[in-house]
């Protein structure tokens, strides 16, 4: 209960017995449902099946592990700024800044440093919540969940904070569902319920073992760019307001521009992991795992019983340098060595060491395993799929996705389990890349060449979704489809926009669970572009989704056939239409196309559809016209018909 709240006060010879304790915990497993917080987001997830797999090797990492934990472990007592005078000297306090950003290139260990500081503290008692974002892993890559996972993970950490959560929450139902601000979710979820029971006993206890830690993983992965910067301009204005509060944030991060201008400042101590030199932890960790891989494997064991120590003290030498500084390089490269061979890759591990010498760094590694499956059906689409998703898939998720069969997914994969997870059953457990790297090696041509992953491929991922929409009335979830619709348009120029959408319309994907339905997808997405819930396109992609709608549009309603399942569907007609103003330049040309498309729209509107228009003007300007499908569903559109 909080601090200042007593029940019973000076009772004596009674007993309260185990009932009341199941009451509270009750009260605390109810509040997390409620929160439902994202479960494999914090250091207590399956790193195997979750990512990212990165854990601190026995013994390595020490000295930036102790100066994390030094900080950690500082308390300011003295408020900010304070002067004392004492007889000999002026005594300024410098205080202990409240957040640690640990920042350094990708593979080089951040988020296992991240996992070791998050055990260490909760074997202390001391870790309020962790959070480890993982780009495309579904909410993970957003703020969306953020607060309330914290929320969820303080409430069992310090369970005094319970009922100061669940008064938020009814005070302000919009804290579960994004409706309120991040900056609302977190001070009305966590900061405050925090503030409010530092006091008292919990206070004292707090201030004899250390501050409390929240630790923030890979912020750098989450695709919500402006949610990051709020997150980080809130706790750095709540601190400076809440100086001597025992609460410590550590952050991990590569450097990336909107996290660096505002974490790089006071009130906030860098670490820069580049400079922690790990080479002798990386020679622990090779050394040690060769040793143990040879005592599971009869080839090794029976090559090192004929020529001695394997590898030898000058290929260890070369492998130490080949890898550099590189955790992740490092540990690529011995899943690599001792693989099992394969009917494609027949190699014994001591025949495939010299190769990975030869290797330019991770993107070498990454094209000559890749290069294992290529020859295999479906390679391509599997890989691109992989690299992709709005959120990972099981085998069996992916050959639905593909429309083929899980051996045909299982078959490409076997030969990459030195980069990709591979999960040991077909349906449970999620196909991941073992490293955020290899997706970056995927989506940069020149680095990945034969092997680079297509934006337009999130189109065709867009369609299956609305596929999927179209033919399972019990599923409904459009962020999917628009996170994937999203990326394509963003990431495809405005003059090959047009080109690669009449590629896609000429030859669809054909699933064997749903008729072709372009027209359909094509009007959807169309419109959710130009006409409802922000924006997501450039300004110079605009005009090029307007006359695309205006044109799909002008065909559905000639050939109805063409639109019949989102017609029909009418759930997906029922947006609000977006309230904000936008301004679009086109040219002449286009103009006239637009008029063209909507006047051949009205035409047939008017000729073949009669009883399902009515017409009003609230503003006696524009006659606005509302088409009423047979579920009472509606579409708003303006024709202005000169």
């Not at 909410?139 to 969820?152: C, E, I, P, Y």
């Not at 010299?354 to 890749?370: A, F, K």
Request: hydrophobic fraction near 40%; charged fraction near 20%; charge should be negative.
């Amino acid at each position: 209960m909080p601090p200042g709240i007593q029940f019973f006060s000076g009772a004596h010879n009674f007993h309260i017995d185990q009932q009341t304790v199941i009451v509270y915990q009750h009260t605390l497993t109810d509040l997390v449902s409620r929160l439902n917080p994202i479960a494999d987001a914090s250091h207590t997830r399956n790193i195997k099946i979750s990512p990212p797999d990165s854990a601190c090797f026995p013994g390595t990492r020490k000295k930036v592990i102790k100066e994390i934990t030094d900080w950690a472990d500082t308390i300011d007592e003295a408020g900010d700024g304070k002067i004392e005078t004492v007889s000999s000297a002026v005594v300024v306090y410098t205080p202990t800044p409240h957040i640690f950003w640990l920042h350094g290139f990708a593979g080089c260990g951040k988020s296992a440093v991240s996992l070791k500081i998050a055990d260490i503290f909760e074997n202390s008692g001391r870790l309020l919540a962790s959070y480890f974002f993982f780009r495309n892993a579904g909410d993970r890559s957003t703020m969306n969940r953020f607060a309330v996972t914290l929320a969820g993970q303080m409430a069992s950490a310090l369970p005094a904070t319970v009922p100061l959560i669940e008064a938020a929450l009814e005070a302000d139902a919009g804290l579960l569902n994004n409706s309120v601000s991040l900056t609302r979710q977190l001070e009305r979820l966590v900061y405050r319920p925090f503030r409010a029971v530092m006091e008292g006993d919990i206070l004292e206890m707090t201030l004899t073992k250390g501050p409390f830690i929240i630790v923030i993983d890979g912020l750098d992965e989450c695709d919500d760019k402006p949610g990051v910067e709020e997150f980080i301009d809130h706790m750095l204005l709540f601190f400076e307001e809440n100086p001597t509060i025992p609460l410590h944030i550590f952050v991990a991060s590569r450097v990336e521009q909107h996290i660096r201008e505002r974490l790089d400042g006071d009130g906030v101590l860098l670490c820069n992991l580049d400079n922690h030199l790990p080479h002798e932890d990386i020679k622990k960790f090779l050394g040690s795992s060769f040793d143990s891989r040879a005592k599971r494997d009869r080839v090794i064991r029976a090559y090192v019983k004929a020529h001695g120590k394997w590898p030898t003290k000058l290929d260890m030498g070369k492998l130490l340098e080949h890898v550099g500084s590189s955790f992740i390089l490092a540990s690529t490269v011995f899943k690599f060595i001792v693989q099992s061979p394969t009917r494609e890759d027949p190699l014994t591990p001591m025949a495939r060491l010299p190769l990975t010498l030869e290797m330019n760094g991770l993107d070498g590694l990454y094209q000559q395993t890749l290069a294992r499956s290529q020859h295999v059906p479906y390679f391509h689409d599997i890989i691109s799929t992989i690299t992709l998703l709005h959120r990972p898939l099981p085998i069996v998720g992916i050959a639905h996705f593909l429309d083929i069969e899980a051996f045909q997914v299982v078959h490409v994969l076997l030969n990459l389990q030195a980069i990709v997870h591979v999960p040991g059953s077909d349906e449970q457990g999620d196909v991941t890349v073992c490293h955020k790297s290899l997706r970056d090696f995927l989506v940069t041509q020149n680095r990945s060449g034969r092997f680079f992953v297509q934006p337009s491929f999130h189109l065709r991922m867009a369609y299956y979704y609305f596929c999927t929409m179209l033919t399972s009335p019990s599923y409904y979830n459009p962020t999917p489809f628009f996170y994937h619709w999203r990326s394509f348009v963003t990431a495809t120029e405005p003059h090959s926009l047009i080109k690669q959408i009449d590629l896609f319309e000429a030859n669809p994907p054909l699933y064997t669970w749903c008729p072709p339905t372009p027209g359909s997808f094509f009007l959807y997405g169309f419109s959710r572009s130009v006409f409802f819930l922000g924006p997501v396109s450039s300004p110079d992609v605009l005009p090029y989704m307007l006359t695309s709608w205006s044109k799909e549009l002008a065909l559905g309603i000639e050939y109805p056939d063409r639109i019949k399942p989102l017609v029909k569907s009418s759930r997906y007609l029922s947006w609000p239409i977006r309230q904000d103003k936008i301004s679009i330049k086109f040219t002449e040309r286009t103009y006239e196309a637009l008029h063209q498309d909507l006047q051949r729209a009205s035409t047939h509107i008017h000729s073949n559809f009669p009883e399902h228009l009515t017409q009003s003007s609230p503003t006696g300007e524009e006659p606005v016209y509302v088409m009423v499908n047979a579920l009472n569903s509606w579409f708003w559109f303006t024709m202005v018909v000169t």
